[in-house]
């Protein structure tokens, strides 16, 4: 089974940037759809980017135009580059990706946007 483990969040002061990193014990060449989630402390999880094979990559309102959702098949690794980053956008932030029909989830990474 492919387990994705996410990296690259941390502290970063409003207006700052990120970018976070989604590696692949395997191959994602195959996956349906691939994607990036967040859950705010006391909120439900929602869907922030995604990206399929052939297609315009997808974002929630919230992030348009700041954030970028890209993948590397070489490295098996799916990537959230974050700009201007607002305190809103403070949150654990998930991975995920459809491979074979099956939902995969890593263990997500914490961004905090704070002065």
């Known amino acids: 089974q492919v387990h994705l483990v996410e990296s690259g969040g941390g502290l970063v002061q409003p207006g700052g940037s990120l970018r976070l990193s989604c590696a692949a014990s395997g191959s994602i060449f195959s996956a349906n759809a691939m994607g990036w989630y967040r859950q705010a402390p006391g909120k439900e999880r929602e869907l922030v980017a995604t990206?399929?094979?052939?297609?315009?990559?997808t974002y929630s309102d919230s992030v348009k135009g700041r954030f970028t959702i890209s993948r590397d098949y070489a490295k098996n690794t799916v990537y959230l580059r974050m700009n201007s980053l607002k305190p809103d956008d403070t949150a654990v932030y998930y991975c995920n990706v459809v491979l074979y029909g099956v939902g995969l989830w890593g263990q997500g990474t914490q961004v905090t946007v704070s002065s």
């Open positions: 990206i399929t094979s052939g297609r315009t990559p």
